[in-house]
């Protein structure tokens, strides 16, 4: 028992003392699926935070954060003509898999979960307005999001430059007689602090 209390601390000791701390910021291309056939479509929207990766034996590193983003779609409907936007906290859970090419430069590739709490909106109320959707009772907007999220990008010595796609697994809520989830396609710009 001891031996195992020993490995794990040590374990414990090498995962935190390979943190790195890290700002980035970009660009969201959002839209959504739909089961019936509505008129929407891409909104540009936009994102920022703190990210932190942790260094994990086999060669496998763990990314993860808290970024602010601004995800939404276009609404052409009739009666509801213009931007939808929710703007939520995410937390990603990425696997990390780095590739080095040249002394500074390095490629990866990672996917994993993500999980989003709503903090604002602005979606259709049944009347066609604009509103928050979390301080409404009319209006059934899901305050949580969650999917799976890839990706790529380079590191160039402290800089970041990555793409993504993100894929919701929740429906949002804002319309209740169609169920709604989020596609993301995501161009971010880092830099790693320490």
């Not at 994990?56 to 808290?66: A, C, E, F, Q, V």
């Not at 709503?118 to 899901?142: A, C, E, H, K, Y």
Request: proline share 2%; charged share 20%; glycine share 10%.
């Amino acid at each position: 028992m001891k031996h195992l209390t020993l490995i794990i601390f040590l374990f414990a000791i090498t995962v935190l003392s390979a943190q790195h701390l890290g700002i980035k910021g970009g660009l969201n291309f959002t839209n959504v699926s739909s089961e019936r056939d509505l008129n929407l479509s891409t909104s540009n929207g936009f994102h920022a935070g703190l990210t932190l990766d942790l260094s994990l034996p086999l060669l496998i590193d763990m990314s993860t954060g808290l970024i602010y983003t601004r995800r939404g779609y276009k609404s052409n409907e009739p009666g509801r003509v213009g931007n939808v936007s929710i703007d939520y906290l995410d937390v990603p859970i990425d696997l990390v898999f780095k590739f080095k090419v040249a002394d500074l430069v390095g490629v990866y590739v990672s996917a994993g979960p993500y999980f989003s709490y709503g903090l604002s909106s602005q979606v259709f109320d049944t009347n066609g307005i604009l509103r928050n959707g979390f301080t409404r009772d009319d209006i059934d907007l899901n305050r949580f999001d969650s999917g799976l999220s890839i990706g790529v990008g380079v590191d160039v010595s402290k800089f970041r430059l990555s793409t993504g796609y993100s894929l919701s697994l929740t429906d949002n809520g804002a319309d209740l007689e169609n169920r709604l989830e989020n596609r993301i396609f995501i161009i971010s710009l880092g830099y790693i602090i320490f």
